[in-house]
């Protein structure tokens, strides 16, 4: 069964500063990858989506990298501002799993302060 | 304005009582899923269905139910509800067919079973 794990759980930093979130998964049988940002109280934004096939995606500020043999996947977030604080989670969906099944992580919180 | 609704948003109940949420997207998506979401164990997928009168089960389906009758509407039932099911419940839906299997989110449903 594939396993998602997202290190750390929580991260504080300076505004201005580049954000690196981490996503990892035990099985590279992966067939996308899905980035969320989740608000206090509120449901999952998606923010990127990488299929297998692709090595990264961009969206304005944010960039999202996969690496199936390692079994890793990075969002970058460019010059954080106040309004990026939010907890932000990664869910893959794998070719070995029943086509429905969604593994997600537990999800990074954060905070940047002004 | 393309959406996923969620009702109840807030469910105070008692052991034993069932139940119904319901879940509806207006974005003719063949995929619809249920999840749960609690402290420290993130996102868990409950039930998921990939078209009408086709449903499977998530990593944790028990007492829980669903049924899919019409593409847009895809009810969660507790038949039973015990305390352990005191949650964050969240509907999500997707165009899996097309490629883009982005994943739209509900506005969650807090479930208090007492």
Redesign the interface.
């Known amino acids: 069964k594939q396993e998602v794990t997202q290190i750390p759980a929580a991260l504080s930093v300076p505004e201005g500063e580049n954000l690196v979130l981490n996503c990892s998964f035990t099985d590279s049988a992966i067939y996308n990858l899905q980035w969320f940002r989740q608000d206090p109280g509120k449901g999952l934004t998606s923010l990127l989506l990488i299929q297998s096939s692709q090595r990264e995606q961009t969206s304005g500020r944010l960039n999202a990298s996969l690496d199936k043999s390692s079994g890793r996947s990075t969002l970058y977030i460019a010059a954080s501002q106040p309004g990026d604080s939010a907890t932000y989670l990664c869910a893959a969906k794998t070719t070995t799993d029943s086509w429905g099944k969604l593994q997600f992580g537990a999800g990074t919180q954060v905070v940047v302060t002004p | 304005e393309a959406q ?1 609704t969620q009702n109840p948003r807030y469910l105070i109940t008692v052991t034993g009582k069932k139940l119904t949420v319901t879940c509806s997207q207006n974005m003719n998506h063949e ?1 619809m ?1 249920w ?1 749960r979401q609690d402290p ?6 409950i039930y ?3 078209n009408v009168e086709v449903t ?1 089960k ?2 944790v389906p028990e007492g829980y139910k669903v049924s899919r009758k019409e593409k847009r509407n895809f009810p969660l039932i507790l038949e039973s509800p015990s305390p352990n099911q005191t949650s964050l419940y ?1 509907c ?1 839906s997707s165009a ?1 067919s097309l490629g ?9 449903t807090r479930l208090l079973v007492l």
Do not use: I, K, N
């Open positions: 996923v995929y899923s999840y420290g164990l993130g996102l868990r997928q998921y269905s990939m499977d998530g990593d969240f999500a899996w883009d299997e982005t994943q739209y989110f509900g506005p969650g």
